[in-house]
Protein backbone atom coordinates (compact mmCIF):
# COMPACT_ATOMS: atom_id res chain seq x y z
CA UNK A 1 0.00 0.00 0.00
CA UNK A 2 0.99 3.89 -0.88
CA UNK A 3 2.53 5.50 2.10
CA UNK A 4 -0.21 7.26 3.30
CA UNK A 5 -0.31 11.52 2.84
CA UNK A 6 0.37 13.59 6.22
CA UNK A 7 -1.61 16.15 6.98
CA UNK A 8 1.58 18.81 6.43
CA UNK A 9 4.40 17.44 4.23
CA UNK A 10 7.80 19.14 5.83
CA UNK A 11 10.87 17.96 4.45
CA UNK A 12 14.07 16.08 6.09
CA UNK A 13 17.40 18.15 6.01
CA UNK A 14 18.91 16.09 2.89
CA UNK A 15 15.60 16.95 0.93
CA UNK A 16 15.46 20.82 1.40
CA UNK A 17 16.61 23.13 -1.64
CA UNK A 18 20.46 23.60 -1.27
CA UNK A 19 20.67 25.92 -4.88
CA UNK A 20 18.05 28.47 -5.70
CA UNK A 21 16.47 28.19 -9.56
CA UNK A 22 16.84 30.86 -12.13
CA UNK A 23 13.42 30.51 -13.98
CA UNK A 24 14.75 32.36 -16.66
CA UNK A 25 17.34 29.92 -17.60
CA UNK A 26 14.40 28.24 -19.00
CA UNK A 27 12.41 30.90 -21.48
CA UNK A 28 13.08 31.50 -24.94
CA UNK A 29 11.82 34.95 -24.46
CA UNK A 30 14.03 36.51 -21.57
CA UNK A 31 13.12 39.18 -19.85
CA UNK A 32 13.23 42.91 -21.40
CA UNK A 33 16.80 44.35 -19.85
CA UNK A 34 16.82 47.37 -17.48
CA UNK A 35 17.49 50.55 -19.53
CA UNK A 36 19.12 53.67 -18.08
CA UNK A 37 16.43 56.43 -16.83
CA UNK A 38 18.13 59.33 -19.07
CA UNK A 39 20.15 57.72 -22.20
CA UNK A 40 17.88 54.73 -22.76
CA UNK A 41 20.60 52.19 -23.22
CA UNK A 42 20.95 49.13 -21.51
CA UNK A 43 22.33 49.02 -18.09
CA UNK A 44 25.17 46.82 -17.51
CA UNK A 45 26.74 45.80 -14.24
CA UNK A 46 29.09 48.59 -13.73
CA UNK A 47 25.93 51.08 -13.94
CA UNK A 48 24.36 49.03 -11.31
CA UNK A 49 27.32 48.62 -8.94
CA UNK A 50 26.27 52.02 -7.41
CA UNK A 51 23.25 51.47 -6.37
CA UNK A 52 22.93 47.25 -5.50
CA UNK A 53 25.35 45.11 -4.13
CA UNK A 54 27.78 43.33 -6.55
CA UNK A 55 26.63 39.95 -6.15
CA UNK A 56 23.25 40.78 -6.45
CA UNK A 57 23.71 42.72 -9.62
CA UNK A 58 25.54 39.70 -11.41
CA UNK A 59 22.18 37.13 -10.16
CA UNK A 60 20.21 39.81 -11.72
CA UNK A 61 21.55 40.09 -15.00
CA UNK A 62 21.90 36.35 -15.53
CA UNK A 63 19.23 34.78 -17.55
CA UNK A 64 21.49 31.30 -18.22
CA UNK A 65 22.66 29.83 -15.06
CA UNK A 66 20.67 27.44 -13.91
CA UNK A 67 20.81 27.24 -10.13
CA UNK A 68 22.74 29.52 -7.58
CA UNK A 69 24.25 27.29 -4.77
CA UNK A 70 22.45 28.60 -1.39
CA UNK A 71 25.62 29.83 0.39
CA UNK A 72 25.99 27.82 3.49
CA UNK A 73 25.33 31.13 6.40
CA UNK A 74 21.87 31.51 4.61
CA UNK A 75 21.30 27.60 4.58
CA UNK A 76 21.89 28.03 7.88
CA UNK A 77 19.33 30.84 8.84
CA UNK A 78 16.71 29.06 6.61
CA UNK A 79 16.90 26.02 9.41
CA UNK A 80 15.40 28.57 11.89
CA UNK A 81 12.20 28.97 9.76
CA UNK A 82 12.20 26.31 6.92
CA UNK A 83 11.29 24.11 5.44
CA UNK A 84 7.91 25.75 5.94
CA UNK A 85 4.77 23.16 5.94
CA UNK A 86 2.85 22.65 2.78
CA UNK A 87 -0.85 21.57 4.09
CA UNK A 88 -3.58 20.04 2.87
CA UNK A 89 -6.59 22.27 3.56
CA UNK A 90 -8.77 19.35 4.74
CA UNK A 91 -11.18 21.42 6.89
CA UNK A 92 -11.91 23.74 3.95
CA UNK A 93 -12.55 21.09 1.61
CA UNK A 94 -14.98 19.67 3.46
CA UNK A 95 -16.29 23.05 4.05
CA UNK A 96 -16.69 23.51 0.81
CA UNK A 97 -18.12 19.59 -0.07
CA UNK A 98 -15.61 19.71 -3.11
CA UNK A 99 -14.02 17.05 -4.92
CA UNK A 100 -11.01 18.81 -5.21
CA UNK A 101 -7.72 18.64 -3.28
CA UNK A 102 -6.46 21.93 -1.65
CA UNK A 103 -2.81 22.75 -0.38
CA UNK A 104 -1.25 25.54 0.76
CA UNK A 105 2.69 26.70 1.58
CA UNK A 106 2.41 28.10 4.70
CA UNK A 107 5.13 31.62 4.42
CA UNK A 108 4.02 33.36 7.77
CA UNK A 109 5.84 30.76 10.38
CA UNK A 110 8.74 33.63 11.02
CA UNK A 111 8.65 36.65 13.16
CA UNK A 112 8.19 39.22 9.93
CA UNK A 113 5.27 36.98 9.52
CA UNK A 114 5.59 36.76 5.45
CA UNK A 115 7.62 35.32 2.81
CA UNK A 116 9.98 38.29 2.41
CA UNK A 117 12.72 37.20 4.66
CA UNK A 118 13.61 33.94 2.12
CA UNK A 119 15.31 37.19 0.51
CA UNK A 120 16.31 39.79 2.92
CA UNK A 121 18.78 37.27 4.30
CA UNK A 122 20.51 36.48 0.77
CA UNK A 123 20.62 40.34 0.67
CA UNK A 124 21.82 41.12 3.69
CA UNK A 125 24.26 38.33 3.47
CA UNK A 126 26.08 39.80 0.13
CA UNK A 127 25.79 43.03 1.52
CA UNK A 128 27.99 41.72 4.70
CA UNK A 129 30.03 40.16 2.20
CA UNK A 130 31.10 42.66 0.28
CA UNK A 131 32.09 44.41 3.69
CA UNK A 132 29.48 47.20 3.40
CA UNK A 133 28.08 49.27 6.68
CA UNK A 134 24.44 49.38 5.58
CA UNK A 135 21.63 49.12 3.27
CA UNK A 136 18.54 51.21 2.51
CA UNK A 137 15.35 50.69 1.43
CA UNK A 138 11.45 51.27 1.27
CA UNK A 139 8.82 49.75 2.96
CA UNK A 140 5.15 49.78 2.47
CA UNK A 141 3.00 48.22 4.36
CA UNK A 142 6.20 47.07 6.42
CA UNK A 143 6.62 43.21 5.71
CA UNK A 144 9.71 43.94 3.87
CA UNK A 145 11.53 46.49 5.89
CA UNK A 146 10.64 44.28 9.07
CA UNK A 147 11.86 41.10 7.56
CA UNK A 148 15.36 43.74 6.25
CA UNK A 149 16.12 44.75 9.51
CA UNK A 150 15.70 40.90 11.26
CA UNK A 151 18.14 39.90 8.74
CA UNK A 152 20.46 43.24 9.06
CA UNK A 153 20.79 42.65 12.67
CA UNK A 154 21.30 38.64 12.07
CA UNK A 155 24.44 40.31 9.86
CA UNK A 156 25.21 43.37 12.05
CA UNK A 157 24.80 45.58 9.14
CA UNK A 158 23.13 49.02 9.56
CA UNK A 159 19.21 49.20 8.07
CA UNK A 160 17.68 52.37 7.23
CA UNK A 161 13.98 52.02 6.10
CA UNK A 162 12.04 54.48 4.36
CA UNK A 163 7.80 53.80 5.10
CA UNK A 164 5.23 55.48 3.69
CA UNK A 165 3.78 57.59 5.28
CA UNK A 166 0.44 56.91 5.61
CA UNK A 167 1.71 53.03 7.05
CA UNK A 168 4.06 55.10 9.36
CA UNK A 169 0.94 56.77 11.13
CA UNK A 170 -1.14 53.44 10.82
CA UNK A 171 0.81 50.69 11.50
CA UNK A 172 2.75 51.79 14.73
CA UNK A 173 3.41 48.21 15.42
CA UNK A 174 4.94 47.12 12.42
CA UNK A 175 6.99 50.25 12.66
CA UNK A 176 8.33 49.02 16.78
CA UNK A 177 8.95 45.34 15.02
CA UNK A 178 11.41 46.95 12.96
CA UNK A 179 13.25 49.49 15.68
CA UNK A 180 13.39 46.27 17.92
CA UNK A 181 15.72 44.80 15.40
CA UNK A 182 17.58 47.95 15.46
CA UNK A 183 16.06 49.53 11.92
CA UNK A 184 16.09 53.60 11.65
CA UNK A 185 12.40 54.24 10.29
CA UNK A 186 11.90 57.17 8.44
CA UNK A 187 8.50 58.63 7.21
CA UNK A 188 8.24 59.00 3.50
CA UNK A 189 8.55 61.28 1.76
CA UNK A 190 10.52 63.25 4.04
CA UNK A 191 12.72 66.28 4.26
CA UNK A 192 15.82 63.91 4.71
CA UNK A 193 16.73 63.62 0.70
CA UNK A 194 16.44 66.13 -2.28
CA UNK A 195 13.75 64.43 -4.30
CA UNK A 196 11.50 63.96 -0.80
CA UNK A 197 11.76 67.52 -0.57
CA UNK A 198 10.58 67.83 -4.22
CA UNK A 199 7.89 65.69 -3.80
CA UNK A 200 6.76 67.57 -0.95
CA UNK A 201 7.03 70.84 -2.54
CA UNK A 202 4.71 69.51 -5.28
CA UNK A 203 2.57 67.49 -3.31
CA UNK A 204 2.27 69.29 0.06
CA UNK A 205 0.61 66.99 2.72
CA UNK A 206 0.84 63.89 0.78
CA UNK A 207 0.62 60.47 2.61
CA UNK A 208 3.03 59.04 0.26
CA UNK A 209 3.51 56.16 -1.80
CA UNK A 210 6.14 53.22 -2.72
CA UNK A 211 7.67 54.40 -5.82
CA UNK A 212 8.61 58.10 -3.74
CA UNK A 213 10.05 56.28 -0.80
CA UNK A 214 12.02 53.97 -3.15
CA UNK A 215 13.46 57.48 -4.71
CA UNK A 216 14.44 57.90 -1.64
CA UNK A 217 15.99 54.90 -0.31
CA UNK A 218 17.95 55.24 -3.55
CA UNK A 219 19.29 58.70 -3.45
CA UNK A 220 20.58 57.84 0.65
CA UNK A 221 22.10 54.62 -0.89
CA UNK A 222 23.59 55.95 -3.64
CA UNK A 223 24.91 59.31 -1.84
CA UNK A 224 26.53 57.38 1.57
CA UNK A 225 29.62 55.64 1.47
CA UNK A 226 29.45 52.36 2.77
CA UNK A 227 25.92 51.57 1.65
CA UNK A 228 23.74 49.94 -1.33
CA UNK A 229 20.07 49.70 -2.09
CA UNK A 230 17.98 46.67 -1.60
CA UNK A 231 14.45 46.22 -2.76
CA UNK A 232 11.66 43.38 -1.29
CA UNK A 233 10.46 42.53 -4.37
CA UNK A 234 9.64 42.85 -8.64
CA UNK A 235 13.66 41.89 -9.31
CA UNK A 236 14.91 39.24 -10.87
CA UNK A 237 17.28 38.32 -7.59
CA UNK A 238 13.96 38.11 -5.42
CA UNK A 239 12.42 35.64 -7.69
CA UNK A 240 15.44 33.77 -7.86
CA UNK A 241 15.73 33.81 -3.58
CA UNK A 242 12.50 33.26 -3.38
CA UNK A 243 12.05 29.74 -5.43
CA UNK A 244 13.44 28.44 -2.23
CA UNK A 245 9.34 28.35 -2.19
CA UNK A 246 8.62 26.82 -5.26
CA UNK A 247 11.26 23.84 -4.95
CA UNK A 248 10.48 23.36 -1.28
CA UNK A 249 6.98 22.53 -2.88
CA UNK A 250 7.63 20.76 -5.99
CA UNK A 251 9.88 18.17 -3.59
CA UNK A 252 7.27 17.65 -0.55
CA UNK A 253 4.62 17.28 -4.11
CA UNK A 254 6.97 14.82 -5.41
CA UNK A 255 7.58 12.94 -2.70
CA UNK A 256 4.30 11.59 -2.02
CA UNK A 257 3.26 11.58 -6.02
CA UNK A 258 0.99 14.55 -6.28
CA UNK A 259 0.68 16.35 -9.52
CA UNK A 260 -1.02 19.63 -9.20
CA UNK A 261 -3.17 20.96 -11.84
CA UNK A 262 -3.68 24.28 -10.71
CA UNK A 263 -1.12 26.76 -8.88
CA UNK A 264 -2.08 29.92 -7.72
CA UNK A 265 -0.67 32.98 -6.11
CA UNK A 266 -1.31 37.18 -5.05
CA UNK A 267 0.69 39.10 -7.19
CA UNK A 268 2.23 42.55 -5.99
CA UNK A 269 5.79 43.10 -7.39
CA UNK A 270 5.96 39.15 -8.17
CA UNK A 271 7.86 37.38 -5.78
CA UNK A 272 6.05 35.23 -4.08
CA UNK A 273 3.87 34.25 -7.30
CA UNK A 274 7.52 34.13 -8.86
CA UNK A 275 9.50 32.01 -6.19
CA UNK A 276 6.46 29.59 -5.88
CA UNK A 277 6.01 28.90 -9.70
CA UNK A 278 9.69 29.26 -10.58
CA UNK A 279 10.19 24.80 -10.77
CA UNK A 280 7.02 24.69 -11.90
CA UNK A 281 7.16 26.62 -14.81
CA UNK A 282 10.52 25.44 -15.92
CA UNK A 283 8.82 22.55 -17.20
CA UNK A 284 5.94 23.86 -18.66
CA UNK A 285 8.55 25.47 -20.63
CA UNK A 286 10.54 22.59 -21.02
CA UNK A 287 6.83 20.58 -22.30
CA UNK A 288 7.56 18.38 -19.93
CA UNK A 289 4.39 18.92 -17.74
CA UNK A 290 1.77 21.51 -17.72
CA UNK A 291 -0.18 23.39 -15.23
CA UNK A 292 -2.63 26.23 -14.98
CA UNK A 293 -0.62 29.27 -13.20
CA UNK A 294 -2.48 31.91 -11.86
CA UNK A 295 -1.84 35.45 -10.32
CA UNK A 296 -4.03 37.25 -8.65
CA UNK A 297 -4.47 41.03 -7.85
CA UNK A 298 -6.77 43.31 -6.74
CA UNK A 299 -8.91 45.35 -8.77
CA UNK A 300 -8.11 48.25 -7.41
CA UNK A 301 -4.05 47.97 -8.64
CA UNK A 302 -4.87 45.76 -11.64
CA UNK A 303 -1.12 45.90 -13.10
CA UNK A 304 -1.02 42.43 -15.52
CA UNK A 305 -5.30 42.80 -16.10
CA UNK A 306 -5.21 46.04 -17.24
CA UNK A 307 -2.20 47.60 -17.72
CA UNK A 308 0.19 47.66 -20.67
CA UNK A 309 3.29 46.18 -21.31
CA UNK A 310 6.00 48.76 -21.67
CA UNK A 311 9.17 50.47 -20.24
CA UNK A 312 8.21 52.39 -17.44
CA UNK A 313 9.85 54.02 -14.13
CA UNK A 314 10.29 51.94 -11.33
CA UNK A 315 9.96 54.93 -8.78
CA UNK A 316 8.39 57.95 -9.01
CA UNK A 317 11.23 60.37 -8.90
CA UNK A 318 12.65 58.61 -11.65
CA UNK A 319 16.06 57.74 -10.47
CA UNK A 320 15.63 53.98 -10.51
CA UNK A 321 15.81 52.13 -13.81
CA UNK A 322 13.64 51.57 -16.28
CA UNK A 323 11.88 48.62 -16.53
CA UNK A 324 9.80 46.68 -19.39
CA UNK A 325 6.78 45.32 -17.21
CA UNK A 326 2.92 45.41 -17.63
CA UNK A 327 2.39 48.90 -14.97
CA UNK A 328 -0.10 50.72 -14.93
CA UNK A 329 1.93 54.23 -14.69
CA UNK A 330 4.54 55.03 -12.02
CA UNK A 331 2.06 57.87 -11.20
CA UNK A 332 -1.00 55.90 -10.46
CA UNK A 333 -1.81 56.03 -7.19
CA UNK A 334 -4.11 53.37 -6.19
CA UNK A 335 -7.40 53.79 -4.16
CA UNK A 336 -6.52 53.09 -0.71
CA UNK A 337 -6.66 49.47 -0.06
CA UNK A 338 -5.46 47.24 2.97
CA UNK A 339 -3.92 44.91 0.83
CA UNK A 340 -0.68 46.98 1.05
CA UNK A 341 1.75 44.39 -0.43
CA UNK A 342 -0.70 44.43 -4.18
CA UNK A 343 0.00 48.50 -4.33
CA UNK A 344 3.24 48.88 -6.54
CA UNK A 345 2.12 49.85 -9.91
CA UNK A 346 4.65 47.78 -11.68
CA UNK A 347 5.11 43.80 -12.09
CA UNK A 348 8.09 41.68 -12.51
CA UNK A 349 9.69 41.64 -15.95
CA UNK A 350 9.89 38.45 -15.32
CA UNK A 351 6.36 37.07 -14.87
CA UNK A 352 5.46 39.99 -17.21
CA UNK A 353 7.37 38.15 -20.13
CA UNK A 354 5.58 34.59 -19.15
CA UNK A 355 2.47 36.40 -19.24
CA UNK A 356 2.25 38.00 -22.19
CA UNK A 357 3.75 34.68 -24.15
CA UNK A 358 0.83 32.98 -22.83
CA UNK A 359 2.08 30.76 -19.95
CA UNK A 360 0.19 31.68 -17.16
CA UNK A 361 -3.14 33.79 -16.53
CA UNK A 362 -3.98 36.72 -13.64
CA UNK A 363 -7.35 37.43 -12.50
CA UNK A 364 -8.56 40.65 -10.26
CA UNK A 365 -10.65 40.08 -7.30
CA UNK A 366 -12.14 43.09 -4.77
CA UNK A 367 -11.38 43.70 -1.67
CA UNK A 368 -14.69 42.47 0.38
CA UNK A 369 -14.83 39.34 -1.37
CA UNK A 370 -11.14 38.79 -0.79
CA UNK A 371 -12.06 39.78 3.26
CA UNK A 372 -14.89 36.96 3.12
CA UNK A 373 -12.29 34.34 1.69
CA UNK A 374 -9.87 35.24 4.37
CA UNK A 375 -12.53 34.97 7.02
CA UNK A 376 -13.73 31.64 6.06
CA UNK A 377 -10.03 30.06 5.56
CA UNK A 378 -9.47 31.73 9.22
CA UNK A 379 -12.34 29.88 10.80
CA UNK A 380 -11.56 26.51 9.10
CA UNK A 381 -7.64 26.07 8.78
CA UNK A 382 -6.87 28.18 12.13
CA UNK A 383 -4.44 30.49 10.34
CA UNK A 384 -5.18 34.56 10.16
CA UNK A 385 -4.29 35.42 6.69
CA UNK A 386 -2.61 38.36 5.60
CA UNK A 387 -4.93 40.29 3.38
CA UNK A 388 -2.64 39.93 0.40
CA UNK A 389 -2.63 36.45 0.37
CA UNK A 390 -5.94 36.27 0.97
CA UNK A 391 -6.63 36.98 -2.89
CA UNK A 392 -5.19 33.61 -3.41
CA UNK A 393 -7.44 32.04 -1.10
CA UNK A 394 -10.31 33.64 -2.65
CA UNK A 395 -9.26 32.33 -6.05
CA UNK A 396 -8.48 28.50 -4.63
CA UNK A 397 -11.86 28.66 -3.27
CA UNK A 398 -13.24 29.71 -6.36
CA UNK A 399 -11.59 27.38 -8.33
CA UNK A 400 -12.88 24.57 -5.35
CA UNK A 401 -16.02 25.38 -6.12
CA UNK A 402 -15.80 25.14 -9.70
CA UNK A 403 -14.78 22.01 -9.10
CA UNK A 404 -17.71 21.19 -6.57
CA UNK A 405 -19.94 22.15 -9.89
CA UNK A 406 -18.09 19.83 -12.51
CA UNK A 407 -17.17 17.01 -10.32
CA UNK A 408 -13.44 17.31 -11.04
CA UNK A 409 -10.97 15.85 -8.35
CA UNK A 410 -8.13 19.03 -9.67
CA UNK A 411 -5.39 19.10 -7.31
CA UNK A 412 -4.99 23.20 -6.19
CA UNK A 413 -1.68 24.32 -4.74
CA UNK A 414 -2.01 27.76 -3.64
CA UNK A 415 0.64 30.75 -1.67
CA UNK A 416 -0.32 31.33 1.69
CA UNK A 417 2.50 34.36 2.13
CA UNK A 418 1.82 35.60 5.26
CA UNK A 419 -0.19 36.57 8.49
CA UNK A 420 -2.64 39.36 9.04
CA UNK A 421 -2.01 39.95 12.92
CA UNK A 422 -0.97 43.40 12.08
CA UNK A 423 -3.94 44.19 9.53
CA UNK A 424 -6.58 44.09 12.48
CA UNK A 425 -7.80 47.76 11.15
CA UNK A 426 -8.69 46.22 7.80
CA UNK A 427 -10.13 43.44 9.05
CA UNK A 428 -12.26 45.69 11.35
CA UNK A 429 -13.43 47.71 8.45
CA UNK A 430 -14.96 44.74 7.24
CA UNK A 431 -16.45 43.25 9.88
CA UNK A 432 -18.20 46.40 10.66
CA UNK A 433 -19.31 46.73 6.51
CA UNK A 434 -17.38 49.95 6.07
CA UNK A 435 -14.94 48.31 3.81
CA UNK A 436 -15.57 49.62 -0.22
CA UNK A 437 -14.14 47.92 -3.26
CA UNK A 438 -12.50 50.67 -5.18
CA UNK A 439 -12.51 49.85 -9.23
CA UNK A 440 -10.55 52.28 -11.06
CA UNK A 441 -11.90 53.71 -13.97
CA UNK A 442 -10.35 53.64 -17.63
CA UNK A 443 -10.01 57.07 -18.03
CA UNK A 444 -7.84 57.26 -15.04
CA UNK A 445 -5.48 54.21 -16.08
CA UNK A 446 -4.98 55.96 -19.28
CA UNK A 447 -4.14 59.52 -17.66
CA UNK A 448 -1.20 57.65 -15.77
CA UNK A 449 -0.33 55.53 -18.66
CA UNK A 450 0.32 58.76 -21.29
CA UNK A 451 3.10 59.20 -18.87
CA UNK A 452 4.86 56.22 -19.41
CA UNK A 453 8.40 57.37 -20.67
CA UNK A 454 8.42 57.73 -24.81
CA UNK A 455 10.77 55.11 -25.80
C1 LIG B 1 4.81 41.77 0.14
C2 LIG B 1 3.80 40.73 0.27
C3 LIG B 1 3.12 40.20 -0.83
C4 LIG B 1 3.29 40.71 -2.24
O1 LIG B 1 4.57 40.80 -2.74
P1 LIG B 1 5.09 39.89 -3.94
O2 LIG B 1 6.42 40.42 -4.26
O3 LIG B 1 4.11 40.04 -5.07
O4 LIG B 1 5.12 38.53 -3.43
C5 LIG B 1 2.22 39.18 -0.63
N1 LIG B 1 1.96 38.70 0.59
C6 LIG B 1 2.57 39.18 1.69
C7 LIG B 1 2.22 38.63 3.02
C8 LIG B 1 3.51 40.21 1.57
O5 LIG B 1 4.13 40.67 2.65
Not at 32 to 61: I, R
Amino acid sequence: MAEKIPYKIYLNEDEMPKAWYNVRSAMKNKPAPLLNPGTHEVMSAEDLYPVFCEELVKQELDDTTEFFPIPEEILNFYKMYRPSPLVRAYCLEQKLGTPAKIYYKFEGNNTSGSHKLNSAIAQAYYAKKQGLKGVTTETGAGQWGTALSMACSYFDLDCKVFMVKVSYEQKPFRREVMRTYGASVTPSPSMTTEVGKRILEAHPGTTGSLGCAISEAVEVAVGTPGYRYVLGSVLNQVLLHQSVIGLETKAALDKYGIKPDIIIGCAGGGSNLGGLISPFMGEKLRGEADYDIVAVEPVSCPSFTRGKYAYDFCDTGMVCPLAKMYTLGSDYIPAPNHAGGLRYHGMSSTLSQLYDDGYMRAVSVPQTAVFAAAEQFARVEGILPAPESSHAIKVAIDEALRCKETGEEKTIVFGLTGTGYFDMVAYEKFHDGKMEDYVPTDEEIAKSLSKLPKM
